[in-house]
């Protein structure tokens, strides 16, 4: 093969490759941004739930209740959907940060909370974790 041609096809192969990489790329982000599964904490550090606890009181509580067992603006987090296997820590960094569009319950929207720092939203989850362990609520067998 001329010279020419192997320049040639060695930048069309060098082409498909960055483009695959390119493409390999966009996956991996739009599936770690709208997943709702993957790994959750098992909260153990008695500080973080704490923390979590007022961070929650002072954000939350109003629709989800004090002890997240929910009220008439918002839904109980003790409910089995919201187990880790079918709701993952980074569902709830998710809600926090963009707001949820009901789809569980008839609440409407749950607006994003600006302004909590991602160790806020961490210590929020542990106690909401906490608080699921506490009940039982650690496994939704519907989504097994």
């Known amino acids: 093969?001329?010279?020419?041609?192997?320049?040639?096809?060695?930048r069309q192969v060098l082409l498909i490759a960055v483009w695959a990489l390119g493409v390999a790329a966009v996956?991996?982000?739009?599936v770690f941004a709208f997943?709702?599964?993957?790994?959750?904490?098992?909260?153990?550090d008695p500080e973080l739930i704490a923390a979590g606890a007022e961070v929650?009181?002072?954000n939350c509580a109003a629709c989800h209740g004090a002890n997240i067992e929910g009220t008439d603006s918002g839904p109980s987090?003790?409910?089995?959907?919201y187990a880790p296997n079918h709701h993952a820590d980074a569902a709830f960094f998710r809600a926090v940060r963009q707001?949820?569009?009901?789809h569980h319950w008839?609440?409407?929207p749950m607006p994003p909370r600006p302004g909590l720092s991602n160790e806020d939203i961490e210590a929020v989850v542990a106690f909401v974790r906490s608080k699921q362990a506490e009940a039982g609520v650690t496994f939704d067998p519907r989504h097994g």
């Not at 997943?35 to 153990?44: E, I, V």
């Not at 987090?77 to 959907?81: A, E, G, Q």
């Open 77 to 81: 987090l003790l409910d089995p959907i």
């Open 1 to 10: 093969m001329p010279p020419h041609r192997r320049r040639r096809r060695f």
């Open 106 to 108: 008839n609440f409407g």
């Open 27 to 30: 996956v991996s982000v739009v």
């Open 56 to 58: 929650f009181a002072a």
């Open 35 to 44: 997943s709702d599964t993957g790994p959750s904490s098992t909260p153990s």
């Open 99 to 102: 707001g949820v569009v009901p």
